[in-house]
């Protein structure tokens, strides 16, 4: 999984979520092979989530994690 994957698909997912405007980061994690952290801008400080997803990891996979964590915060 590509950088430039995992944030398209980020963005659909929080744009489905009703967060469409904000700006996200994408960074892959340093000391975690296949993980990435996405920042969203936020009102009340960034939100940080972390993806798991690496070569075999479908867009389905990485969407639900983005759905489950925004969701929990």
Known sequence: MK???V???ARGALRDLGVSDTA???TA???Q???WRI???GTHGPTILTIRGGSGSTPQ???EQVFNQFQSR
Do not use: G, S
């Open 3 to 5: 950088l430039q994957d």
């Open 7 to 9: 944030e398209r698909i």
């Open 24 to 26: 996200i980061t994408v």
């Open 29 to 31: 994690h340093e000391a």
């Open 33 to 35: 092979p296949d993980t």
């Open 39 to 41: 920042a969203i801008a």
């Open 61 to 63: 996979w990485i969407r």
